[in-house]
Every structure is written in structure tokens, then in C-alpha cells.
């Protein structure tokens, strides 16, 4: 990505993956920048080995990363094009809503957490809000009993959606490049199409009974006989370039109050929907401070509620900086230990967490020091907490099928991205001759306050159904700052998982010394309260680590693996490794077709 007057088209053409070198390191626990002299050997095979050693990708002028390549590519792009990190996220957002349809969106919505240099963080809010008619028992059957599906599948899932009001609100304010230069690469995209490869075809099969059920979808997911697209296939969308293209030449009024509006409103009152024009016509994004705290000195700005995740991130961040990890060891038991009872408190405390509009939320409470500091004075180091001594909290219902897009460009300006349809493909409806698939994030609230939600975890009142109301997240777009300039660009799709992903990223990179795409590499663990069981990943934990700790009182379940966690590094590979660039990408391959591109 040199020159800006090269077109995407070629740019494209020219894509090259760089191929991660793997060299693997036996035995090796990495020293963080905090501890630079400390013995990197010094606890052998009670500890676990680092990730084999993967190169991430280094950029000199910015650093664009997604879940799917051709993305990153435009976000590479409109940087090389000369636009800041504002017009390459929302020449992203477009774009994944294009070639990462399954959670990239126009017809759902999402956070953002914007740095623009010498200027406060923003955290952007353009989730999703209830329909003006949503009740709070709209779910339930004349006996109360949850109906299944409805709040997942159909027209009367669908919450309004939030994307292109909040990508307009961050190019108007934010952005250099006029609005048809910054959508000009995902018009094209979906006009001409793209070549799927293995990676998009996993995610379009997800779905392939609710695309037979759909018209609109069918016949653009689906070959001609109704069976499921191929790699090597051109996926082309007509419909979502000319809605695309409306917005480029008209904004968010194209969306919200014109003829696409139009489209989505006669599908939902056709199919059970209760969507109306007054529900498009008042949304509006907003504008909230960030939740902050302190890490090894370093600041960490993430998602405030109506997000439960930063809340959770900032908890288990401040529990754990009172213990010396990197002296412990890379997921040693000492430190697992310590890991997850930080873990298990912090998603307790989620607790009657919601809508800022609707309910007060403790968050300075939850993050009071003298609280974090009782947490460790009460946490023993050599069992486990049984989960029912806590007091009950709340985790967000969410679905994990979201999507992640980091970007920074040449003057520092830092963005993190996370947005969804909640469910893979959303509820699985298309609006019409739009191209856009909606979202099921009504799923989002709590349908019945106490019952159940898909992660065992009771529902809260804060989190109820109310009309005009935004239902309660896990997710958690984050940015690290050091000395007043961001060297750390992260989030991650996963549900509730999402906290303990951005904070097992976190610790590699901080603590242990990990370059970016290692610690985005790095096997995973997950306890959130209830069940108390905890999830790993394969080859989370030493055999020597697992026996420890079962001994201790804690039991694991092996899961397969989670969350796509995309990252950006500033001055190094490694937080003590200064770099020949200045940015260094890392992106999940858990999922395949996602990318680091570097401009």
C-alpha cells in the first residue's frame, strides 16, 4: 500500500497474506517490559511455553485489521488514499457489511471507541434501541412463559438498527474524505462481487436453512438450485450496492427516513414485525466517556454501559495489579488462580447493569480501590470460590457471532470497532430488495427477568424491555495509552466471553512479553460466575497447571475455540521490542480470512 493513487480494484489484485513465521519456543516465559531482566526460564514446565513465535504484520504510515482481508485491504487503502483512521473505519464498517455479512451490518449496530491525537477518547454508542412498541412481556405467552424463538428469529427480533447513523456521526465529525471516496470500495465490492473463500463459505453455511426460507436471501447466498455456495464462487449483491450507493449520496437520511427505511418498514409490518417510522426517524447515536483504569501504567480506555464489558475488563484488570503475574508465570497455576477468581468476581458484579438512560449503573463502585482491594484481602490463593458465596450479578445474553475492526493512521488517531447482528446472519431475515440482513438483538434484553439466559446466567430487570431502550453488552472495543498516546488497539467478538479475551491479549502483551499476534494467539480461559465451570482452549494448560488446580477445587471443560480478537501494536512488535515500523498488526486466525493490512 504505497501510492494513493492506486485503485482498490488493484489493490486487490495485489493482495499478499504474510505468512506468519512459526518458530516454537519450548519452555519460555517472555519477559514484559515492566521486568525486562527477569529469568525467562524460570518456571519451566509449571508454567506454560509461549505461542510459537509469529511475526506480526508492520506498517509505517497506519495499520488496518479485520476478521476478513478484503477490509483490512480498504481500510489500507483509504489511509493510502490519504484519510485518517475515521475514514478508514467507516469505509470498514461498510465494507465488512458487505464481504463479512454474517456480522458485519448495515441493519445492526455496535461500539466504537475513537482517539482521535491530542484529544479525549469518545466512545461512540450506535447499538441497537427497542422499537417504540416493544413491551416488556412481548416474548412471553399468556402464562409467562418464554415463547421460543420469537425474540431470535423472524421480523418481531429485529431492534432498530444503529450502523449507518453511527458510521455517518464519525466520518461527518471525524473524517477528511468526502462520503462517496470513503464507500466507493464497498460499493464495488458488492456490485462486482468477490471470490469466497474457505472462511466466508463456514460462515454463509451457518445459515443456509434460513436463506432458503427468505426470497431476498435465497437468491443471494444460495446457487440457483438452492444449494450452498463454494469456495471460489463471486458472491455479488446488486440489492446491498444500491442501498450502498443511496447512502453515499445522501447519508443517514437515505437509511432513516428515504427509501430504504421504506423497504425495511413494509417487510416488517408484512411479517409480524412492530418496527415504525418514528422508530428510524429519532434514532440518534451518542456520545459517552469511556470507562478508565490504570493497568502496570498504563491507561485503559474501554466501553462504559450500556456495555457490561468494560465494566468487567476494568475489574479483573484492577484485581490483578495488585499480584506480580509476570513473577508467577505465563498460565501457571499461581497465576490461572489468580486469573480466574479476578474473572468469576468481576462478571458477579455485573449485577443490575443497563441502559445509562433507563438505570443508574455503580460503576464507580464496582471500581472503587478500597472495593478491589477487599476482593484480594477476601480471594485465598490455594482454592476456589464456590460461585453461590457470591452475590448474584448479570452477563449480557448476547450472542458471540460479532466482528471486530481496529485501525490507526500516521498521526496516532486510534480506533476500536466492535459491531454485530447479534446471531450469525441476525434474524435471519433480509429487508427486501435492500440487501441488508437484520439484526435479533431484542435477544439482547432480558426477555424475563430472573429466567435463564443461553449462558446460565439469571436475567436483570435493569436489562428489561423498554421502548426506545438499548439492551445490555458484552462487548468491549479497547484502547491503551501510555505517557498520553495510544500504543494499543484491541477488542474482540465473543458474547460474554469478550472481556476475558480483550484481557487475555492484554496480560500476553503487558505482562508476559508476548509480540501482538502471539498474544492474539495465545489459548484462552473463561469463567464467568455462573456456571462456575471453567472453559479452555486446547493447550491453555500444562498437565501439571490442570492437576494443580483440580486439586484446588476447580474443574475445566475443553471448548472449541472462541472469540477473533484484532489487534494493533504502536513502536514494536512487543511492547520491549522497538521495531524498523511503526505499527504492528495482529489478526485471529482461529476464524481463516481475516487480516493485518500495514500502509
Not at 464496582?366 to 476482593?375: E, G, K, T, V
Request: with cysteine; charged share 15%.
Amino acid at each position: 500500500m504505497t501510492v494513493a493513487s492506486t485503485t482498490f480494484s488493484s489493490l486487490v489484485m495485489r493482495h499478499v497474506v504474510l505468512a506468519a513465521v512459526c518458530l516454537q519456543v519450548s519452555g519460555t516465559v517472555f519477559a514484559a517490559q515492566t521486568t525486562p531482566n527477569a529469568d525467562p526460564l524460570a518456571y519451566g514446565s509449571t508454567s506454560l511455553s509461549a505461542p510459537p513465535v509469529a511475526t506480526p504484520v508492520p506498517g509505517q504510515h497506519g495499520m488496518a485489521v479485520s476478521a476478513q482481508k478484503l477490509a483490512s485491504d480498504v481500510g489500507a487503502h483509504i489511509l493510502a488514499k490519504g484519510g485518517n483512521a475515521a475514514d478508514a473505519a467507516v469505509a470498514m464498517g461498510y465494507a465488512l457489511a458487505v464481504v463479512y455479512p454474517a456480522a458485519g451490518n448495515l441493519g445492526g449496530g455496535g461500539f466504537m471507541m475513537l482517539r482521535p491525537p491530542g484529544q479525549s477518547s469518545i466512545f461512540l454508542d450506535f447499538r441497537e434501541k427497542a422499537p417504540l412498541a416493544a413491551t416488556p412481556d412481548m416474548y412471553l405467552d399468556s402464562k409467562g412463559n418464554v415463547i421460543p424463538d420469537q425474540s431470535v428469529l423472524g421480523w418481531k427480533a429485529v431492534a432498530v438498527p444503529g450502523t449507518v447513523a453511527g458510521l455517518d456521526r464519525v466520518l461527518t465529525r471525524w473524517g477528511h474524505l468526502p462520503r462517496q471516496t470513503v464507500m466507493e470500495p464497498a460499493i464495488q465490492l458488492a456490485r462486482d462481487g468477490f471470490v469466497l473463500g474457505e472462511g466466508d463459505v463456514e460462515l454463509l453455511n451457518t445459515s443456509t436453512s434460513a436463506f432458503l426460507k427468505d426470497p431476498y436471501a435465497r437468491k443471494i447466498f444460495l446457487r440457483p438450485d438452492g444449494t450452498p455456495l463454494r469456495p471460489g464462487d463471486r458472491l455479488v449483491q446488486k440489492d446491498l450496492a444500491h442501498s450502498l450507493e443511496l447512502i453515499a449520496h445522501k447519508g443517514a437520511d437515505a437509511f432513516y427516513k428515504g427509501p430504504i427505511a421504506a423497504s425495511l418498514l413494509a417487510q416488517s409490518k408484512a411479517h409480524g414485525g412492530i418496527l415504525q417510522a418514528a422508530d428510524f426517524e429519532r434514532y440518534k447515536p451518542r456520545e459517552l466517556a469511556p470507562i478508565k483504569c490504570s493497568y502496570r501504567g498504563f491507561l485503559v480506555e474501554t466501553a462504559p454501559p450500556p456495555s457490561a464489558g468494560g465494566i468487567a475488563l476494568c475489574e479483573m484488570l484492577e484485581i490483578l495489579a495488585g499480584y506480580d503475574m509476570h513473577a508467577l508465570g505465563l498460565h501457571s497455576a499461581p497465576a490461572l488462580q489468580h486469573e480466574i477468581e479476578a474473572m468469576r468476581h468481576a462478571y458477579s458484579d455485573r449485577r443490575n447493569l443497563g441502559d445509562p438512560a433507563f438505570v443508574h449503573n455503580p460503576v464507580s463502585s464496582l471500581l472503587d480501590p478500597a472495593y478491589i482491594a477487599s476482593i484480594r484481602a477476601h480471594t485465598p490463593d490455594n482454592h476456589a470460590v464456590p460461585s453461590a458465596d457470591l452475590r448474584a450479578g448479570v452477563a449480557a445474553p448476547e450472542k458471540q457471532e460479532t466482528t471486530q475492526f481496529s485501525v490507526i493512521d500516521q498521526n496516532g488517531f486510534a480506533i476500536s470497532t466492535t459491531y454485530t447482528l447479534n446471531g450469525w446472519f441476525g434474524a435471519k431475515v433480509m429487508g427486501g430488495e435492500t440487501g441488508i440482513m437484520m439484526n435479533d438483538e431484542m435477544d439482547d434484553f432480558s426477555i424475563k427477568p430472573g429466567a435463564l439466559n443461553m449462558f446460565g446466567i439469571p436475567g436483570s430487570k435493569a436489562n428489561a424491555i423498554a421502548p426506545g431502550k438499548t439492551p445490555l453488552s458484552s462487548m468491549a472495543p479497547t484502547i491503551v495509552s501510555r505517557n498520553d498516546r495510544p500504543v494499543m488497539v484491541i477488542g474482540s467478538p465473543g458474547g460474554s466471553r469478550i472481556p476475558t479475551i480483550v484481557l487475555s491479549v492484554l496480560l500476553g502483551v503487558v505482562d508476559y512479553g508476548l509480540n501482538i499476534q502471539q498474544a492474539i494467539d495465545l489459548p484462552r480461559l473463561h469463567e464467568q460466575w455462573m456456571p462456575e465451570t471453567v472453559e479452555v482452549e486446547e493447550g491453555a494448560l500444562t498437565q501439571q497447571v490442570q492437576h494443580t488446580l483440580e486439586q484446588e477445587g476447580y474443574s475445566f471443560v475443553l471448548h472449541a475455540p472462541w472469540g477473533i480478537p484484532e489487534g494493533i501494536l504502536v513502536g514494536g512488535p512487543s511492547l520491549n521490542t522497538r521495531g524498523s515500523a511503526r505499527f504492528y498488526g495482529g489478526a485471529d486466525h482461529r476464524h481463516p480470512g481475516g487480516a493485518a493490512v500495514g500502509e
